[in-house]
């Protein structure tokens, strides 16, 4: 099993990078039925895990047979393999947040987390962009336009 590890500032404030899996992300359906070409395993979640908490039955398939596992029937391996937690997470990157890191922090919230964005969770964006400020501030960066998603 992966450990990850939280950071933390003098503040005691955490740097969110400790989850392997989704909080409650075994309650959670991300069976897209639409996408018949990336059938569901019945007794498979294909919940968020990971570094960028890769979700939903196409991305599991698509990453699998890209970086080489099976997504659909083992997507436990993103949580339990660390070579491929990392490399389903640079994937996902590369494949669905890197062409939009010009158009601002809240372009890639809704790359990474769409449901949040047009009143799906408010309170988690608003969450999100306090951190990434708070973070270019400790950086000397600036964080540019466009942070709401």
């Known amino acids: 099993m992966?450990?990850?590890f939280c950071?933390?500032?003098n503040d005691n404030s955490v740097v969110h990078f400790c989850y392997i899996e989704e909080i409650d992300g075994p309650s959670r359906d991300y069976c897209d039925e639409t996408k018949t070409q990336y059938p569901c395993n019945p007794g498979k979640g294909y919940y968020g895990r990971g570094p960028l908490q890769l979700s939903w039955n196409y991305n599991y398939a698509l990453a699998g047979k890209d970086?080489?596992?099976d997504g659909?029937?083992?997507p436990e391996i993103?949580?339990?393999?660390?070579?491929?937690s990392f490399r389903a997470a640079l994937w996902f990157w590369m494949n669905n947040v890197h062409s939009v890191i010009g158009?601002?922090?809240g372009a890639t919230i809704r790359a990474i987390n769409g449901m949040e964005c047009n009143g799906g969770n408010s309170n988690s964006v608003t969450s999100r962009v306090q951190y990434y400020?708070?973070?270019c501030n400790q950086l000397g960066v600036a964080p540019g336009d466009n942070l709401q998603c």
């Open 2 to 4: 992966i450990e990850w």
């Open 7 to 9: 950071w933390w500032h």
């Open 67 to 69: 970086i080489g596992f």
């Open 72 to 74: 659909l029937n083992n």
């Open 78 to 84: 993103v949580a339990t393999d660390p070579a491929i």
């Open 103 to 105: 158009q601002g922090f």
């Open 133 to 135: 400020t708070q973070y």
